[in-house]
């Protein structure tokens, strides 16, 4: 077709100057100014014809230079985005790695648990049958079969796994959302009962099991931890631990590598300790919080009966929260001239209680609060976190609902009996 068309222009452009010639030859201008024009039109023509052709193969060529820009850069952006997804892919292998890594740690860290479990049960002498709390009867692995003894029934449900993580929220006043949960840890026997701390503690004190119980309940906190921070949940676990653990030379080095591998979850991860063991606390135990306050671990005290603290000592030892029962500081309040005050301080108005801790960096929690006369009471004094039955009862968490960043729904949890005063 091109060559078609080639061929008919040039057909034109020798008729367009063989009549160029002939019309000067017409009209007088000689055969060799005729022949001159003959020659310079066809050039002429044939030298337009090639410009023409010269800028539109410039334009195609232009063209095709662009097309081929712009496939390389859609080839690059291609490049780039599957360069995006190597390094995110070998960064999810790099986590899954280390987090197997973690769990094989923390796998042969229970094995040695649970071998030190055996060898203190074996040690220790056969208390009195345990009875199921609710029916009365002994408690048999087998029909037929002796009564247990409540160090047996502890001893299994330690060995087995049978070991609940309780969750009760903490609310952020006055709204009412949930900033923090406080872990509790409950015994199941064979049958599914509960063992509340008022009956395993009887022998898990003497025996110097509790050590055991907080080293399995840190396992059940970091995993909730753990799970909750993957969802970007910004909440924060308190997770009661005895001053003995925090004392015991085989147990706190163990405890201490663990935390170092899961420092990361130092903000979210809170150790509570009662306010009689803590102003007890001997140097040992002072030296490992300090030694887990500098991983970046903060301390409550809780089961708090004297209001009158020693705030620089809390300050000192990282202590951030304070637990107080809501009743408890009701019953300080008392009015000295037209004035209420708090009677371990009568100097200091009770409305800057609060504010006083919180200079010192100690945020007051008002827990076991039962009823909305009691929220408004303590509203009024300027608390900004509030804990009880009234929020929220404590709820055990199943396995499978460990992912959960919400407060666990009714449907997939197993609601705590009814025995408050075993809570402390």
Same mark, same amino acid.
């Given at each position: 077709?091109?060559?078609?068309?080639?061929?008919?222009?040039?057909?034109?452009?020798?008729?367009?100057?063989?009549?160029?010639?002939?019309?000067?030859?017409?009209?007088?201008?000689?055969?060799?100014?005729?022949?001159?024009?003959?020659?310079?039109?066809?050039?002429?023509?044939?030298?337009?014809?090639?410009?023409?052709?010269?800028?539109?193969?410039?334009?195609?060529?232009?063209?095709?230079?662009?097309?081929?820009?712009?496939?390389?850069?859609?080839?690059?952006?291609?490049?780039?985005?599957?360069?995006?997804?190597?390094?995110?892919?070998?960064?999810?292998?790099?986590?899954? &790695?280390? #987090?197997? %890594?973690?769990?094989?740690?923390? @796998?042969? !860290?229970?094995?040695?648990? $649970?071998?030190? +479990?055996?060898? /203190?049960?074996?040690?220790?002498?056969?208390?009195?049958?345990?009875?199921?709390?609710?029916?009365?009867?002994?408690?048999?692995?087998?029909?037929?079969?002796?009564?247990?003894?409540?160090?047996? &029934?502890? #001893?299994? %449900?330690?060995?087995?796994?049978? @070991?609940? !993580?309780?969750?009760?929220? $903490?609310?952020? +006043?006055?709204? /009412?959302?949930?900033?923090?949960?406080?872990?509790?840890?409950?015994?199941?026997?064979?049958?599914?009962?509960?063992?509340?701390?008022?009956?395993?503690?009887?022998?898990?004190?003497?025996?110097?099991?509790?050590?055991?119980?907080?080293?399995?309940?840190?396992?059940?906190?970091?995993?909730?931890?753990?799970?909750?921070?993957?969802?970007?949940?910004?909440?924060?676990?308190?997770?009661?631990?005895?001053?003995?653990?925090?004392?015991?030379?085989?147990?706190?080095?163990?405890?201490?590598?663990?935390?170092?591998?899961?420092?990361?979850?130092?903000?979210?991860?809170?150790?509570?300790?009662?306010?009689?063991?803590?102003?007890?606390?001997?140097?040992?135990?002072?030296?490992?919080?300090?030694?887990?306050?500098?991983?970046?671990?903060?301390?409550?005290?809780?089961?708090?009966?004297?209001?009158?603290?020693?705030?620089?000592?809390?300050?000192?030892?990282?202590?951030?929260?304070?637990?107080?029962?809501?009743?408890?500081?009701?019953?300080?309040?008392?009015?000295?001239?037209?004035?209420?005050?708090?009677?371990?301080?009568?100097?200091?108005?009770?409305?800057?209680?609060?504010?006083?801790?919180?200079?010192?960096?100690?945020?007051?929690?008002?827990?076991?609060?039962?009823?909305?006369?009691?929220?408004?009471?303590?509203?009024?004094?300027?608390?900004?976190?509030?804990?009880?039955?009234?929020?929220?009862?404590?709820?055990?968490?199943?396995?499978?609902?460990?992912?959960?960043?919400?407060?666990?729904?009714?449907?997939?949890?197993?609601?705590?009996?009814?025995?408050?005063?075993?809570?402390?």
């Amino acid at each position: 077709m091109r060559r078609l068309t080639l061929a008919l222009l040039c057909a034109t452009y020798l008729c367009l100057s063989l009549i160029a010639a002939l019309s000067l030859w017409r009209n007088g201008f000689g055969g060799g100014v005729a022949v001159s024009a003959f020659l310079g039109g066809l050039g002429l023509c044939l030298a337009s014809h090639g410009m023409i052709m010269r800028m539109l193969e410039m334009r195609e060529l232009r063209g095709e230079v662009e097309a081929v820009r712009d496939a390389h850069r859609i080839l690059l952006d291609q490049v780039e985005r599957i360069d995006g997804r190597v390094v995110q892919v070998a960064k999810i292998v790099e986590a899954d &790695v280390s #987090r197997s %890594a973690e769990l094989t740690d923390e @796998v042969h !860290l229970l094995e040695k648990l $649970v071998h030190k +479990l055996t060898r /203190r049960f074996d040690e220790q002498p056969q208390v009195a049958p345990y009875l199921a709390a609710r029916g009365g009867h002994d408690v048999r692995g087998h029909e037929g079969r002796r009564p247990q003894s409540l160090m047996e &029934v502890v #001893r299994e %449900a330690l060995t087995q796994g049978r @070991v609940d !993580l309780y969750l009760q929220p $903490v609310m952020a +006043l006055p709204q /009412r959302k949930t900033v923090f949960y406080e872990s509790y840890s409950r015994l199941r026997d064979a049958t599914g009962q509960v063992i509340m701390p008022a009956e395993y503690l009887a022998v898990a004190e003497p025996n110097g099991l509790v050590t055991a119980i907080d080293n399995l309940l840190l396992f059940r906190c970091v995993q909730i931890v753990r799970r909750l921070a993957r969802q970007d949940r910004r909440v924060g676990i308190f997770c009661n631990i005895s001053m003995a653990s925090l004392s015991d030379d085989e147990f706190f080095p163990q405890f201490l590598d663990l935390l170092r591998a899961n420092r990361d979850l130092a903000p979210a991860l809170i150790f509570e300790v009662g306010q009689a063991a803590f102003e007890a606390r001997n140097g040992v135990a002072a030296r490992n919080m300090a030694r887990l306050a500098d991983l970046g671990f903060r301390f409550s005290l809780d089961k708090v009966t004297n209001l009158d603290l020693d705030l620089q000592d809390l300050s000192r030892a990282d202590v951030k929260f304070v637990k107080i029962g809501a009743q408890t500081l009701l019953d300080e309040l008392t009015e000295v001239e037209d004035r209420l005050v708090l009677r371990s301080m009568p100097d200091l108005a009770a409305e800057d209680f609060a504010l006083l801790m919180r200079r010192y960096g100690v945020d007051l929690i008002a827990e076991k609060v039962e009823n909305e006369r009691q929220v408004v009471d303590i509203l009024d004094l300027d608390i900004q976190f509030g804990q009880g039955h009234l929020f929220g009862e404590p709820r055990a968490i199943k396995e499978a609902v460990l992912a959960e960043t919400g407060a666990p729904p009714a449907s997939t949890v197993v609601q705590m009996p009814q025995r408050r005063a075993a809570f402390g």
